[in-house]
């Protein structure tokens, strides 16, 4: 069973920075893609970035040129490095993972919370 978890949240303020990681129980590299979501309060939960197994990556509109999203397969972890944050970005963030075998599978993380105050 694969198991992820999520670190690195907490509060900062508006216009500040925070750096999310993503551990994973076993090797990444056999997921095909893994990536970002968020939840905020009343809203569902959405995509925030993604990556490739080959390093293909993918943001929302939303915080393209703020977040980076990128890889470490030696560690087995994924980061989410996000800048000039708002508070529009305060969410729950979850970490997933997807592959495949034999049929499509995925994974999430329980989450952790980011909160961003002015």
């Known amino acids: 069973q694969v198991q992820l978890v999520e670190s690195g949240g907490g509060l900062v303020q508006a216009g500040g920075s925070l750096r999310l990681s993503c551990a994973a129980s076993?090797?990444?590299?056999?997921?095909?893609?893994m990536g970002w979501y968020r939840q905020a309060p009343g809203k569902q939960r959405e995509m925030v970035a993604t990556?490739?197994?080959?390093?293909?990556?993918n943001y929302a509109d939303s915080v393209k040129g703020r977040f980076i999203i990128s890889r470490d397969n030696a560690k087995n972890t994924v980061y989410l490095e996000m800048n000039g944050l708002k508070s529009e970005d305060t969410a729950v963030y979850y970490c997933?993972?997807?592959?495949?075998?034999?049929?499509?599978?995925?994974?999430w993380g329980i989450g952790t919370l980011v909160t961003v105050f002015s």
């Open positions: 997933n993972a997807n592959w495949l075998l034999l049929v499509p599978r995925a994974s």
């Open positions: 076993g090797s990444i590299f056999a997921f095909d893609s």
């Open positions: 990556i490739t197994r080959g390093g293909i990556t």
